[in-house]
């Protein structure tokens, strides 16, 4: 295949959904789109060390260092563009993106939430706050949302969504987990590679 959707993946963590799409793109899940950068904004995050592993270009971008958050945003895009990204991958990346960014990237940005949105999202609903949320609620379902990014948190347009079930004694860990394996890490990539094979087809705004 010729040309192939250039991806980044932004991250500030461990990088298990990273993981997911670099896996995919080994074995042929992705065949659409290529990971050619990794950006963090935390250092020394597991998640670098899987770019690294993969031979995969890898940035880390410190709002501390770089004060406003214009000049923390013009620093990614700036990376962005030098590597002729496309397309762009929130892979538990905990910044929240300005309006001015995600119009930039309208329809660009793919962003993976471990609830089916509207539930338990928007702002403050990240990482184990989800789980804690849902538990509390006692909702016998949840699952994972991948949609597209926009300037309300969670709020884009839903491209993919997985149900999980919650089972009598989970705690927030066990939940996350089991959404992770059953949804997560399989919505991700089947999202990466629905958007990108749509824009070499004619059908988005690539």
Excluded at 16 to 28: C, F, K, M, P, V
Excluded at 55 to 82: Q, Y
Excluded at 164 to 188: C, I, K, N, S, Y
Aim: proline share 3%.
């Amino acid at each position: 295949m010729g040309h192939k959707i250039k991806t980044a993946v932004l991250v500030s963590g461990g990088g298990t959904n990273l993981q997911a799409l670099i896996d995919a793109q080994r074995d042929g899940s992705i065949t659409s789109a290529e990971i050619a950068l990794v950006i963090s904004n935390q250092k020394d995050v597991y998640a670098l060390k899987r770019a690294e592993a993969a031979g995969i270009p890898h940035e880390t971008v410190l709002r501390r260092e770089l004060g406003s958050r214009e000049a923390f945003e013009g620093k990614i895009v700036s990376l962005l563009e030098a590597n002729g990204i496309e397309l762009i991958v929130l892979a538990g990346f905990l910044a929240i993106l300005s309006e001015d960014f995600t119009r930039r990237y309208d329809h660009r940005i793919l962003n993976i939430h471990p609830s089916l949105i509207p539930s338990f999202c928007g702002e403050g609903y990240y990482g184990l706050r989800v789980h804690e949320a849902a538990l509390a609620r006692g909702v016998k379902v949840t699952g994972a949302t991948v949609h597209f990014v926009n300037e309300i948190p969670d709020g884009g347009e839903i491209i993919l969504q997985k149900a999980v079930p919650v089972e009598a004694g989970d705690t927030p860990e066990v939940l996350q987990r089991r959404v992770m394996e059953q949804a997560e890490w399989q919505l991700l990539p089947m999202a990466v590679e629905k958007v990108a094979g749509q824009w070499l087809a004619g059908e988005g705004r690539a």
